[in-house]
């Protein structure tokens, strides 16, 4: 992933460390080509302003859980997503508009109740 932005983000009490895509080429690319997470939680889409947002899995190679949080950073929705190799490939709407849209492994939102705030943090120097 590299390039990309790495800053700090806290959901609830768990601290991470995510990939930043809060540009239209960024949010584009997303983890499309990406063979593992490495020490990073995930990758976080940023709006400025909450928008009605769908995702896909095309030419993405691990399975992801995408988490959809609000305009305040209210977590409220939970999708599993797997690759697609073929089209068409199914895509993954938000119910209504996000602020946030988190990709991490599949589990990572297991115990992560609905409601749970996200707050991004702080741009850190990596490797």
């Known amino acids: 992933m590299e390039g990309l932005e ?7 009490e768990r601290s991470l460390l995510l990939a930043l895509a809060d540009t239209n080429s960024l949010r584009s690319r997303g983890l499309m080509g990406v063979q593992s997470l ?6 976080v889409f940023a709006w400025k302003d909450p928008v009605g947002v769908s995702f896909w899995m095309k030419n993405t190679l691990i399975p992801l859980d995408i988490g959809y949080f609000d305009e305040d950073g209210a977590l409220f929705a939970v999708l599993a997503m797997v690759p697609c190799t073929q089209d068409p490939c199914p895509t993954y709407p938000s119910a209504t508009a996000v602020r946030f849209a988190l990709e991490a492994v599949p589990g990572f939102f297991d115990e992560v109740p609905l409601g749970e705030s996200l707050i991004l943090g702080e741009t850190v120097a990596w490797p």
């Open 6 to 12: 790495i800053i700090t983000a806290r959901l609830g």
């Open 38 to 43: 490495g020490d990073l939680d995930g990758m």
